[in-house]
């Protein structure tokens, strides 16, 4: 959730206590990360438009620029156009859409915020995602006019899949309703309707139009009707401290090896979540060599003890083998480790998903090999309800179970979203082809339950293995030997050495394929070890 941390959290020692002061003064602020999502015109872009425009956010050449561009690609008539403030590119402009996530950060006197305005085309779903996997609460705005589609469903159900549990329900354009309390009370009943089985904590509905600006700073003359709180002054006043995670146990996922000379060695990361002190037994997994911790070292000082939200470098008292990509845990509240696991998957390419097929995973700082063993259903976006599936097509949703090559520390992404968020890579493309979400406590069919036992999976495992051979690779090859024949034939060869050159075609292409794609992985891993050896390199010692 929101990334700063009270002064009070803190305990320095006493030789940094002055220098880190300033630091702790400006972390009191709490940080919040919001998105704007929501179908296509529902009115994202002007809404932070307007948001920076009313909270005097806009400095006075971005104004001017501004009228220069409302003049020129506008939609208002030659009035400003509030959603030319975040939406930059040119495609955006020309077409009036927003295509890629914009992050835009402001202030006021009681809080910082930063704000993704994200896409709401069907096609680039995957943006969307993206901007609500760092967000601490979305704002869903819905067309008075049009009321619930089916994009704003979809983009409900991925914000709470990404772990967001706070909506604002912006109803948008009430001025081309006339305002209507009816109409609006109609829209809120049914989204709440619809967001039963979602799991937010809190769904706050407001009227709003983002253009005319009502009840986006202060309440609207013109809807007396609605006593409750503005945008802004809500935003403002949401517990966004994180608290949650300060509270869980200790989790600091290794980013650097920072070692500048012979007489330092310290593990830089991020504390995904609890709290450590110096002294304190840790164990580093998914190895489980113990030691304790002997400093915590920041730039402005050593710390007696940290929580989650900061960036340290822990010093152990012992020397032992770690690196980018494994996790340092409490020695008294171990992990799930394991190479299976199952997951929820948002599929974002062009080509299916299939059962069998094996992608490179991002988890964290660690890179591995997985396999899809089996897809157990999809998300019907309409109903919520569970579809049997043997694929996952674009922007579809289902739970599936993976195998991974090595042993991974697995968090539920309901708990961390650091160690249960993962990416799918294309082999060949090096396309992110899903975003994963670890699912601890799924609960799948019979049949997928029965292929627990060690010999059912490795029978389905291989029939998945064979489905997809002759899926991938079998059909194109042959596909593609008999056109390489033919076209021999077509150009003066005898008909054997057509049907030679394409067996040949069909045999050979597979193995090239895939000694292509081993390649790329083995690439991809020295490339990760010589950017963490130049990395080391650079160190002076300064600041460590």
Not at 80 to 99: K, N, P, Y
Not at 354 to 361: D, F, V
Not at 464 to 487: D, F, H, M, V, Y
Not at 528 to 538: D, K, N
């Amino acid at each position: 959730m929101g990334q700063a941390v009270a002064a009070a959290d803190f305990t320095l020692l006493p030789d940094a206590a002055a220098k880190a002061a300033p630091a702790l003064q400006t972390s009191e602020k709490v940080l919040l990360r919001f998105i704007t999502c929501g179908s296509v015109d529902d009115g994202k872009s002007t809404l932070i438009g307007r948001l920076l425009y009313d909270s005097s956010m806009i400095a006075d050449d971005q104004l001017e620029a501004l009228d220069r561009d409302s003049k020129k690609f506008g939609t208002q008539g030659g009035n400003l156009d509030f959603a030319l403030l975040v939406d930059g590119l040119a495609a955006e402009r020309e077409q009036g859409i927003t295509i890629d996530v914009a992050y835009r950060y402001f202030k006021t006197d009681r809080r910082a915020f930063i704000v993704a305005d994200t896409p709401g085309h069907e096609q680039y779903t995957r943006n969307m995602a993206t901007g609500a996997s760092t967000a601490d609460l979305a704002v869903i705005l819905v067309d008075a006019r049009k009321g619930i589609l089916p994009q704003t469903r979809r983009h409900s159900f991925i914000v709470s899949m990404l772990g967001v549990r706070d909506v604002v329900v912006a109803i948008n354009k009430m001025d081309l309703v006339d305002y209507s309390e009816a109409r609006f009370n109609e829209i809120v009943a049914a989204y709440r309707e619809m967001a039963q089985g979602l799991n937010f904590r809190s769904i706050m509905p407001l009227p709003i139009s983002a253009l005319a600006g009502d009840n986006i700073i202060a309440l609207s003359d013109n809807t007396p009707w609605f006593q409750g709180a503005p945008l802004l002054p809500y935003l403002e006043t949401i517990d966004a401290s994180g608290a949650e995670l300060a509270e869980a146990a200790f989790r600091f996922p290794v980013q650097w090896v920072n070692r500048p000379n012979l007489d330092f060695r310290g593990f830089s990361g991020w504390v995904a979540s609890g709290a450590i002190e110096v002294g304190a037994a840790v164990a580093s997994m998914p190895s489980g060599r113990t030691s304790r911790i002997k400093r915590i070292v920041t730039m402005n000082g050593d710390l007696l003890r940290t929580i989650a939200g900061q960036s340290v470098t822990l010093v152990l008292e012992d020397e032992i083998d770690a690196s980018r990509g494994d996790v340092f845990v409490a020695a008294d509240q171990l992990p799930l480790v394991g190479t299976r696991a199952n997951a929820r998957l948002l599929w974002t390419a062009e080509t299916n998903m299939h059962p069998g097929a094996s992608y490179i995973a991002k988890l964290g700082a660690r890179t591995t090999n997985v396999s899809i063993d089996k897809l157990h259903h999809l998300i019907d976006i309409h109903t919520f309800e569970r579809a049997p599936a043997h694929a996952l097509g674009l922007n579809e949703i289902g739970l599936a179970s993976l195998s991974f090559d090595r042993p991974m520390i697995l968090g539920d992404y309901r708990d961390n979203r650091d160690l249960g968020g993962f990416i799918l890579i294309d082999r060949i493309t090096n396309e992110t082809v899903a975003f994963g979400l670890i699912d601890l406590q799924a609960v799948v069919s019979a049949p997928a339950q029965k292929a627990a036992d060690p010999a059912a999976q490795t029978a389905e495992r291989a029939r998945a293995e064979r489905a997809r051979n002759l899926r991938e690779k079998l059909a194109p090859a042959i596909t593609s030997g008999a056109l390489i024949g033919l076209g021999a034939v077509l150009f003066g060869a005898s008909p054997a050495t057509g049907v030679l050159l394409g067996l040949a075609d069909a045999a050979l292409r597979p193995l090239a394929r895939a000694l292509y794609a081993d390649y790329q992985v083995k690439a991809a891993r020295r490339a990760a070890a010589r950017e963490e050896a130049r990395i080391e390199a650079l160190s002076d010692g300064d600041g460590i």
